[in-house]
């Protein structure tokens, strides 16, 4: 455990359905120390790169959150939801026929490079003190400004009806549910992100991580090792 104590970076496959929260809470009850934190939240929805600082390499969580990252995932036209992804119900449904590559080309064209992007009302950024999700969810309205990011890279392709499988490279602070609206309101039929998975951050890449599984796995291999070679210690605790 003095190793996690000194400092080292996990990469984990944050599952669907986890908080990033849940895997940090994962990790630190299995490595038994107080410092670890994660370095980008994923959203509950979205799988894929989650990289989590211990011990000493807590101190460097900024450092890897200034870092480009990569997406991918799918896109689906005609609606819309609150939460700009599939956390809330779909809604406001509109004809998708009139849509074509063309225009498609035209809005992500638009979408790339340096924009101003407005959060989502239902994101974790604080405004006087709280979380805009939270205010959202008791029905009051937030004002959010703009901020610059860079969207690096945006490629789409179909994927079915009413659907764009999509990989997007971009800057810090991007928020992908936001890009997906905004995708749909350049094209006047409503759009939201359907599927999300964080493929890369800096250098480090969703190939080379492991689940939470995976990890306490081998976490307790050196356990068992020990333990088998050394009975004796085990009959009296």
Request: hydrophobic share 40%; charged share 30%.
């Given at each position: 455990m003095n190793d996690f104590e000194s400092g080292?970076?996990?990469?984990?496959?944050?599952?669907?359905?986890?908080?990033?929260?849940?895997?940090?809470?994962?990790?630190?009850?299995?490595?038994?120390?107080?410092?670890?934190?994660?370095?980008?939240t994923l959203d509950p929805l979205a799988t894929g790169l989650l990289i989590i600082c211990t011990g000493k390499f807590t101190k460097r969580i900024n450092e890897y959150m200034a870092q480009e990252k990569e997406y991918t995932g799918t896109i689906t036209l005609g609606a819309i939801t609150p939460t700009y992804d599939l956390e809330s119900e779909p809604q406001d449904f509109k004809d998708i026929s009139h849509i074509t590559p063309e225009l498609i080309a035209e809005a992500v064209a638009r979408l790339t490079g340096p924009i101003d992007q407005i959060p989502p009302a239902h994101s974790a950024i604080k405004v006087d003190g709280k979380r805009v999700y939270e205010l959202a969810r008791q029905g009051k309205e937030v004002k959010l400004d703009p901020r610059r990011v860079t969207i690096y890279a945006f490629e789409v392709k179909p994927a079915g009806a009413g659907e764009l499988d999509f990989r997007v490279v971009c800057s810090t602070g991007t928020y992908i549910r936001s890009l997906a609206n905004d995708l749909g309101q350049l094209l006047g039929c409503g759009a939201y992100l359907s599927k999300l998975c964080r493929t890369r951050i800096g250098e480090f890449r969703v190939e080379d991580a492991i689940t939470p599984e995976e990890f306490a796995e081998q976490l307790q291999a050196p356990r068992e090792k020990e333990a088998a070679e050394n009975p004796d210690q085990n009959i009296n605790g």
């Open positions: 080292k970076v996990l990469l984990i496959n944050k599952p669907l359905r986890w908080t990033s929260f849940d895997a940090v809470r994962k990790i630190r009850g299995q490595i038994r120390i107080k410092k670890v934190g994660h370095a980008g």
